[in-house]
């Protein structure tokens, strides 16, 4: 072939042409099923994406995550583990609701519809997916076990009803949960977020706040370390103690929750929260008439707001006062905005000289402040800065003298030894709200009754299965939709027969994504939420690949259930996912995309105008897989021309008609040696995750092989179809389908190395690199004079001193520096320095 042929060839190649043929030969040859079978000897890998919401077709951000997945997935395959690389949809949600009734369709109707494109555009993008495990979760099949499980925890006390306090979005005419305000408003609309008093359902997470916390350390080291962090964050584990306080007029005394009991003598006031059910108690005799309007104006702050430093505090005296139980002072009771409700007992002793939020409120109301604790900074009464470091402590009794650390053992002994306090634990953590008023979602399967109160579905009936409500209204009023649906809602209690009510809120679909791990493993299992064995085969998830955003709460309610399902016996280990990697997002022009900055880029525009091959190539490409891509700074083009570059290899091996078979061995051995080097390097860089680096060295192995055809020994050296079949597996984890195509061309590795029956590069063997080819044949020495580089030598990196000396001595650029100088020292380092020292 002529080096023009050569050329037209590339040109012509173009990776789109090529997409359908392979499409329909994988639906047939379905390379990447996992196998259940017990007596298969192939280590197992399990290998989860996070699965997508089907809000659409694919966008870029999922062409990114599922790039870096599935390159992943193929990586094990080739590795020749039996890998389980399955998919499903989080099928329920209020999104799905929100736009169904923008756009005059059924919940139902509009999500299968879209299920069913992502499915397709999937196929397309040349996903490595066990298609026969495929789950939804809207399927009565799927949350059915929602069901089950949540009546699991029921019995456990591990699900409750309670009334209290929640964020409720008059938009969506639902409950939120706090991390889903962002800045005070809902996440998804953006309108403002009201306190409200509902009853709802809670799952007991706080119960299991430890193990969730100590855990966390068994997974360092394999899960992101700012994942990890996030997840301590939120769980929030304070030490201290609890120290009851008594109020004048008052029988029961008040317990406060503080992390510096060493700072009690300098409480000078006493806070609680100003919406908590002290606080009207306190209050009720109605001496402060103001106190309700204030209550109202508190409620309306969210959290973040409340605890915000640059908000101005607010408060009311109470009237009343407490006593400190170490001294006796009487100090006075205020109801303020900033200390909150339900974060350890809602009430506070407030110690203005030591903590920065007590003396901001202190000095707006122009009350004492006491210092107990001497440190090197200035008087916080003076400056406005509290000072919270250590020192010792001073005004402070039988603590005077003491080091911050002393003081908080020493004061908890006291206050034990009188029976007016402990050293206790607070968290931050809430338990999980999980009810959610609306129609999309799992129905909580209890039944209300008049006599027996909360009753449990009996097990023989679930699936509760979620009423059609066809043509109803599916807008929000405050009450979920289903209430509307008489005949689903009114049943006879399961317990006496009674006219009851069937529960009509349904589950927040943090629910379903908790377990589905789990039920992948026997999708179809139809006596229980996943088979014991099936699970304690491919169980915990080796890999798990998903996004950054789900660092806290996804990750923290699946950890959770996993120890619940681990308590019940389910389960034979307490951590669902080994090892973590969260990918970056796809953002155009510095900003994350969106309609308003119409800097949207569309993922079935560019696969139209570059190819799936090229576009996967793009995305580990440009960047390590946790980081941002900016689509305005890549260059899917030169992707496509890297792809015609490799098929064209491909193409010139083939018609040099250099067979399959013909030891390789008998290559030339500087191309084996470089191809045998990015073999060692791209396994080691895609272990390590490093898939832009991997494709990298795939850049330089193409270049390499294609100087070794033009001006080396030539397309039908054996060399070079090692390099191209080489190219071909690795290449198979980025471009499937060129990798498919050059495969077939060079015919495979004999017939031999080919899992009978799999026709496919993905299914073959990962490439092993000879050690005796890794060997650097060379080093390069440096040689100075005088401390300056004069020559440079090629060496064996055995040489020995004297050996390298000579050479040195006798290179030419040490020859004409020594001109007219007299060598005094010469400083042999081998194989690597010589310096030669003279006048
Ligand atoms: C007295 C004190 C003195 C405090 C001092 C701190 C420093 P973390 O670390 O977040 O757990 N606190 C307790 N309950 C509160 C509530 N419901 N709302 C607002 N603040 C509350 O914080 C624990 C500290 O936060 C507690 O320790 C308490 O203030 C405050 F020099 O008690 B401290
Ligand atoms: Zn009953």
Same mark, same amino acid.
């Given at each position: 072939?002529?080096?023009?042929?050569?050329?037209?060839?590339?040109?012509?190649?173009?990776?789109?042409?090529?997409?359908?043929?392979?499409?329909?030969?994988? /639906?047939?040859?379905?390379?990447?099923?996992?196998?259940?079978?017990?007596?298969?000897?192939?280590?197992?890998?399990?290998?989860?994406?996070?699965?997508?919401?089907?809000?659409?077709?694919?966008?870029?951000?999922?062409?990114?995550?599922?790039?870096?997945?599935? /390159?992943?997935?193929?990586?094990?395959?080739?590795?020749?583990?039996?890998?389980?690389?399955?998919?499903?949809?989080?099928?329920?949600?209020?999104?799905?609701?929100?736009?169904?009734?923008?756009?005059?369709?059924?919940?139902?109707?509009?999500?299968?519809?879209?299920?069913?494109?992502?499915?397709?555009?999937?196929?397309?993008?040349?996903?490595?997916?066990?298609?026969?495990?495929?789950?939804?979760?809207?399927?009565?099949?799927?949350?059915?076990?929602?069901?089950?499980?949540?009546?699991?925890?029921?019995?456990?006390?591990?699900?409750? &009803?309670?009334?209290?306090?929640?964020?409720?979005?008059?938009?969506?005419?639902?409950?939120?949960?706090?991390?889903?305000?962002?800045?005070?408003?809902?996440?998804?609309?953006?309108?403002?977020?009201?306190?409200?008093?509902?009853?709802?359902?809670?799952?007991?997470?706080?119960?299991?706040?430890?193990?969730?916390?100590?855990?966390?350390?068994?997974?360092?080291?394999?899960?992101?370390?700012?994942?990890?962090? *996030?997840?301590?964050?939120?769980?929030?584990?304070?030490?201290?103690?609890?120290?009851?306080?008594?109020?004048?007029?008052?029988?029961?005394?008040?317990?406060?929750?503080?992390?510096?009991?060493?700072?009690?003598?300098?409480?000078?006031?006493?806070?609680?929260?100003?919406?908590?059910?002290?606080?009207?108690?306190?209050?009720?005799?109605?001496?402060?008439?103001?106190?309700?309007?204030?209550?109202?104006?508190?409620?309306?702050?969210?959290?973040?707001?409340?605890?915000?430093?640059?908000?101005?505090?607010?408060?009311?005296?109470?009237?009343?006062?407490?006593?400190?139980?170490?001294?006796?002072?009487?100090?006075?009771?205020?109801?303020?905005?900033?200390?909150?409700?339900?974060?350890?007992?809602?009430?506070?002793?407030?110690?203005?000289?030591?903590?920065?939020?007590?003396?901001?409120?202190?000095?707006?109301?122009?009350?004492?402040?006491?210092?107990?604790?001497?440190?090197?900074?200035?008087?916080?009464?003076?400056?406005?800065?509290?000072?919270?470091?250590?020192?010792?402590?001073?005004?402070?009794?039988?603590?005077?003298?003491?080091?911050?650390?002393?003081?908080?053992?020493?004061?908890?002994?006291?206050?034990?030894?009188?029976?007016?306090?402990?050293?206790?634990?607070?968290?931050?953590?809430?338990?999980?709200?999980?009810?959610?008023?609306?129609?999309?979602?799992?129905?909580?399967?209890?039944?209300?009754?008049?006599?027996?109160?909360?009753?449990?579905?009996?097990?023989?009936?679930?699936?509760?299965?979620?009423?059609?409500?066809?043509?109803?209204?599916?807008?929000?009023?405050?009450?979920?939709?289903?209430?509307?649906?008489?005949?689903?809602?009114?049943?006879?209690?399961?317990?006496?027969?009674?006219?009851?009510?069937?529960?009509?809120?349904? *589950?927040?679909?943090?629910?379903?994504?908790?377990?589905?791990?789990?039920?992948?493993?026997?999708?179809?299992?139809?006596?229980?939420?996943?088979?014991?064995?099936?699970?304690?085969?491919?169980?915990?998830?080796?890999?798990?690949?998903?996004?950054?955003?789900?660092?806290?709460?996804?990750?923290?309610?699946?950890?959770?259930?996993?120890?619940?399902?681990?308590?019940?016996?389910?389960?034979?280990?307490?951590?669902?996912?080994?090892?973590?990697?969260?990918?970056?997002?796809?953002?155009?022009?510095?900003?994350?995309?969106?309609?308003?900055?119409?800097?949207?880029?569309?993922?079935?525009?560019?696969?139209?105008?570059?190819?799936?091959?090229?576009?996967?190539?793009? *995305?580990?490409?440009?960047?390590?897989?946790?980081?941002?891509?900016?689509?305005?700074?890549?260059?899917?083009?030169?992707?496509?021309?890297?792809?015609?570059?490799?098929?064209?290899?491909?193409?010139?091996?083939?018609?040099?008609?250099?067979?399959?078979?013909?030891?390789?061995?008998?290559?030339?051995?500087?191309?084996?040696?470089?191809?045998?080097?990015?073999?060692?390097?791209?396994?080691?860089?895609?272990?390590?995750?490093?898939?832009?680096?991997?494709?990298?060295?795939?850049?330089?192995?193409?270049? /390499?092989?294609?100087? /070794?055809?033009?001006?080396?020994?030539?397309?039908?050296?054996?060399?070079?179809?090692?390099?191209?079949?080489?190219?071909?597996?690795?290449?198979?984890?980025?471009?499937?389908?060129?990798?498919?195509?050059?495969?077939?061309?060079?015919?495979?590795?004999?017939?031999?190395?080919?899992?009978?029956?799999?026709?496919?590069?993905?299914?073959?063997?990962?490439?092993?690199?000879?050690?005796?080819?890794?060997?650097?044949?060379?080093?390069?020495?440096?040689?100075?004079?005088?401390?300056?580089?004069?020559?440079?030598?090629?060496?064996?990196?055995?040489?020995?001193?004297?050996?390298?000396?000579?050479?040195?001595?006798?290179?030419?650029?040490?020859?004409?520096?020594?001109?007219?100088?007299?060598?005094?020292?010469?400083?042999?380092?081998?194989?690597?320095?010589?310096?030669?020292?003279? &006048?």
């Amino acid at each position: 072939m002529t080096a023009v042929e050569n050329a037209d060839e590339a040109q012509r190649y173009d990776p789109r042409d090529i997409q359908d043929k392979w499409q329909a030969r994988w /639906a047939e040859i379905e390379p990447f099923r996992a196998s259940d079978d017990p007596a298969d000897p192939r280590e197992r890998f399990y290998m989860v994406d996070m699965f997508p919401y089907p809000s659409g077709d694919l966008h870029m951000g999922h062409a990114e995550a599922y790039a870096v997945g599935d /390159a992943m997935a193929r990586y094990w395959f080739l590795r020749g583990k039996n890998v389980l690389h399955p998919i499903g949809w989080d099928a329920f949600g209020l999104p799905a609701e929100n736009a169904a009734i923008r756009n005059n369709t059924h919940p139902v109707d509009w999500t299968y519809k879209n299920i069913e494109t992502q499915a397709a555009s999937f196929r397309r993008y040349a996903t490595s997916f066990d298609w026969s495990r495929r789950l939804q979760t809207c399927d009565p099949e799927y949350y059915h076990w929602n069901q089950w499980l949540f009546l699991r925890f029921f019995e456990r006390g591990l699900a409750y &009803r309670k009334g209290g306090y929640v964020n409720w979005c008059p938009k969506d005419q639902t409950v939120l949960a706090n991390e889903q305000v962002i800045a005070g408003r809902c996440e998804r609309c953006g309108t403002e977020v009201v306190r409200r008093v509902l009853t709802q359902w809670y799952f007991k997470i706080t119960e299991y706040a430890d193990r969730l916390l100590a855990d966390a350390a068994d997974l360092e080291g394999h899960w992101p370390d700012r994942v990890l962090t *996030m997840q301590r964050n939120w769980i929030g584990r304070s030490t201290g103690a609890a120290v009851d306080f008594a109020i004048e007029g008052r029988d029961e005394r008040v317990t406060v929750f503080t992390t510096r009991p060493d700072t009690l003598f300098g409480a000078t006031f006493f806070v609680v929260a100003a919406d908590s059910a002290l606080a009207s108690e306190l209050c009720a005799d109605g001496q402060r008439p103001d106190f309700e309007a204030y209550v109202e104006q508190v409620r309306k702050l969210t959290d973040i707001e409340r605890q915000s430093t640059d908000r101005e505090k607010t408060g009311v005296f109470l009237g009343v006062h407490a006593v400190n139980p170490v001294n006796g002072e009487r100090i006075p009771v205020w109801a303020a905005d900033y200390v909150l409700p339900d974060y350890g007992t809602g009430a506070i002793m407030a110690v203005p000289a030591h903590d920065q939020r007590d003396l901001d409120f202190d000095r707006k109301f122009g009350l004492p402040v006491r210092v107990v604790v001497a440190t090197d900074a200035p008087d916080p009464a003076a400056t406005g800065m509290a000072t919270p470091g250590d020192g010792v402590l001073v005004n402070s009794g039988p603590l005077d003298g003491l080091s911050k650390a002393d003081a908080i053992a020493r004061i908890i002994e006291i206050l034990a030894g009188n029976g007016l306090g402990e050293a206790a634990v607070n968290y931050r953590l809430r338990d999980w709200l999980v009810s959610r008023q609306r129609f999309w979602g799992t129905p909580i399967p209890i039944i209300h009754c008049p006599s027996c109160g909360e009753v449990p579905v009996p097990e023989d009936q679930l699936p509760v299965v979620l009423p059609d409500l066809r043509g109803a209204d599916l807008q929000p009023h405050g009450v979920s939709p289903l209430a509307a649906a008489a005949d689903w809602v009114n049943v006879d209690c399961p317990k006496c027969g009674g006219a009851a009510l069937r529960d009509t809120d349904t *589950m927040d679909t943090f629910v379903d994504s908790s377990w589905y791990q789990f039920r992948y493993c026997s999708p179809r299992y139809a006596e229980g939420p996943f088979r014991v064995a099936d699970t304690e085969r491919w169980a915990p998830v080796d890999l798990y690949v998903g996004g950054v955003e789900h660092a806290i709460l996804h990750l923290l309610y699946a950890r959770f259930f996993t120890k619940v399902l681990q308590d019940m016996g389910l389960l034979s280990f307490g951590e669902p996912f080994t090892r973590l990697i969260n990918q970056g997002q796809v953002i155009n022009r510095g900003k994350a995309m969106s309609k308003s900055l119409g800097n949207g880029v569309d993922l079935g525009e560019q696969i139209a105008l570059y190819g799936v091959d090229a576009i996967r190539l793009t *995305m580990v490409f440009a960047s390590p897989p946790q980081d941002d891509i900016d689509w305005a700074d890549v260059n899917p083009d030169a992707m496509v021309k890297f792809l015609g570059r490799v098929h064209r290899i491909a193409s010139d091996v083939t018609a040099a008609g250099s067979g399959a078979g013909a030891p390789a061995e008998d290559g030339d051995r500087e191309l084996r040696r470089i191809t045998h080097r990015v073999i060692d390097e791209v396994t080691r860089q895609v272990e390590d995750y490093h898939l832009n680096v991997a494709v990298a060295r795939l850049m330089e192995l193409v270049s /390499a092989t294609r100087k /070794a055809i033009d001006s080396g020994p030539g397309a039908a050296d054996p060399a070079v179809r090692e390099a191209a079949e080489a190219l071909a597996v690795m290449l198979s984890l980025f471009a499937p389908y060129t990798a498919e195509e050059c495969w077939e061309a060079l015919g495979g590795p004999g017939a031999g190395a080919r899992p009978a029956g799999i026709p496919s590069v993905a299914r073959t063997a990962w490439p092993a690199a000879d050690p005796a080819l890794l060997v650097q044949e060379t080093v390069t020495c440096v040689v100075q004079v005088n401390g300056k580089v004069r020559d440079r030598l090629e060496v064996s990196p055995e040489i020995t001193e004297d050996e390298l000396r000579d050479l040195a001595l006798a290179t030419q650029g040490v020859a004409r520096s020594l001109a007219g100088l007299e060598v005094q020292r010469v400083i042999v380092r081998p194989p690597k320095l010589v310096n030669i020292v003279a &006048r």
